[in-house]
């Protein structure tokens, strides 16, 4: 691991996704999850806050960056368990069908194999489980795609593989999921970095 990825790019990824209208998007769909619950991407843990206890049972996070959970804020109880695992969507260490709700924000744009990981989440979610995404991607406006496409190649080497141009309703609906409820806006920001889709899914 370089020093840039070990040193500087966790504090780059919590800046960038602690600001007040992502955590408002994580708001909006964390509260959904029940159950059995796997977080894809967990990082810093910015969505703990918002489970409801009287929901979810237990909590997996996972995360290939031990280094930006270690920089998790302090918490208090949650009333769940939860644990910390250091792995990548791509290769789980879970049973089939073991989880009720899958829950992943704002980590899709930077999933190198994203077709092998929705592949993996949709066998370790049960048939009748949720799938909770919040996400930034390809925005509808041409300049805007003009712009994403243009600086994504470099965005995506400061950015930890971050994608800003992503069509993210077509990589769920395409790899064993279908989208129940999507919805999509632009959030405060600069628009390149800001077009955002939320919703629950279902697995095939």
Known sequence: MS???KYILPNLIISGCNKKPQ????????????G???????????????YDSNKVTELVGIDPSLELWDKRQPMKDLGFHYEFIEAIAED????KYTFDT???????CSIPNFQSALES???????SGKFLFCEHGKAPDKRVLFTQN???????????????????????????FKIL??????????KPVSYNFWGEAKPN
């Open 150 to 176: 243009v600086i994504n190649p470099i965005w995506k080497v400061i950015g930890g593989g971050c994608n800003i141009n992503r069509d993210i309703p077509s990589i769920i609906n395409e790899n064993g």
């Open 102 to 108: 899958i829950v992943i924000t704002y980590t899709l």
């Open 36 to 50: 059995k619950v796997l977080e894809v991407g967990i990082g810093s843990g910015l969505n703990l806050p918002f």
């Open 3 to 5: 020093l840039y990825n």
């Open 181 to 190: 409820d999507l919805k999509t806006m632009y959030v405060p920001g600069w």
């Open 23 to 34: 955590m408002k998007q994580r708001e909006k769909i964390i509260p959904f999850a029940e």
């Open 121 to 127: 989440l949709r066998k370790v979610l049960k048939p």
């Open 92 to 95: 789980m260490p879970f049973e």
